[in-house]
Nanobody
Framework: QVQLVESGGGLVQAGGSLRLSCAASGSIFSINAMGWYRQAPGKQRELVAGITSDGSTNYTDSVKGRFTISRDNAKNTVYLQMNSLKPDDTGVYYC???????????????????WGQGTLVTVSS
């Protein structure tokens, strides 16, 4: 079994900062890409930022220059540093992990995609 547990959401004023964390638990052998998605009220879930196992990153245009994604492979954890927050950044932020391999006894199990439960970020104007 693999679980992603997010933390760090909350209420912040426009212009403020928050740092989200997402830790993968279980007998993790490897994780390919990890990312953060968000879903604003009444809107579809969208990719905010992604990072591969070798550290390559990508961002949606609206957060470039304000958000930074990073990961600690030894801790199976991904972070999202969010600066200069705007009310439009409000939403539920979900952590995602692609191609997760875990050790299951003497074998490996593979999970194509794993999602966290989400953490709410509210930016007030």
């Amino acid at each position: 079994q693999v679980q992603l547990v997010e933390s760090g959401g909350g209420l912040v004023q426009a212009g403020g900062s928050l740092r989200l964390s997402c830790a993968a638990s279980g007998s993790i052998f490897s994780i390919n890409a990890m990312g953060w998605y968000r879903q604003a009220p009444g809107k579809q879930r969208e990719l905010v930022a992604g990072i591969t196992s070798d550290g390559s990153t990508n961002y949606t245009d609206s957060v470039k220059g304000r958000f930074t994604i990073s990961r600690d492979n030894a801790k199976n954890t991904v972070y999202l540093q969010m600066n200069s927050l705007k009310p439009d950044d409000t939403g539920v932020y979900y952590c995602n992990a692609d191609e997760v391999t875990i050790v299951a006894g003497t074998a490996f199990d593979n999970y194509l995609e794993v999602w966290g439960q989400g953490t709410l970020v509210t930016v007030s104007s």
